[in-house]
């Protein structure tokens, strides 16, 4: 199985000067928990909503406070033609939840650890054994 088969094909991205209230309602309204940050060049960083409470709010950030300010850079990213193996491996030597999915340089998707368990076949044994993914669960 592919990551394009069981990836959420809704991506809503934010720009580094977007704001942590902007990105908070973004992600409340779109009942999403993260966003990947992205410029003319392209995605330059994840944010998610446990990165605007804890790198943000948590520290003495206001809502005006950009997200370039809190958001993950160095972005690991997967192909919508990987194996979900594939994705599962990155996820765990990683230690990432999500992954952008990305053909070139444009977004195409998102994939998270819950897409890959709901897939089935990834049995936790085998997760376990085979690429550390079950930590999650």
Do not use: H, W
């Not at 991205?13 to 990105?23: G, R």
């Not at 409340?28 to 960083?45: H, R, T």
């Not at 160095?74 to 994705?87: F, L, Q």
Request: glycine share 10%; with cysteine.
């Amino acid at each position: 199985m592919k990551v394009r088969d069981i990836m959420s094909v809704r991506v809503c991205c934010v720009s580094p000067d977007t704001t942590l209230e902007q990105a908070s309602r973004l992600m409340s309204d779109s009942d999403i928990g993260v966003a990947p940050v992205c410029d003319a060049s392209g995605i330059v960083g994840m944010v998610t909503d446990r990165d605007i409470v804890t790198r943000g709010l948590s520290k003495g950030y206001g809502p005006e406070t950009k997200i370039r300010n809190v958001m993950s850079s160095g972005v690991v990213s997967v192909s919508p033609d990987a194996d979900i193996g594939e994705a599962a491996r990155l996820m765990s030597d990683c230690q990432v939840r999500r992954l952008p999915v990305l053909s070139g340089r444009e977004i195409v998707g998102i994939v998270s650890v819950g897409d890959l368990a709901r897939t089935g076949k990834l049995d936790a044994e085998v997760a376990r054994a085979e690429t550390g993914i079950a930590d999650f669960f």
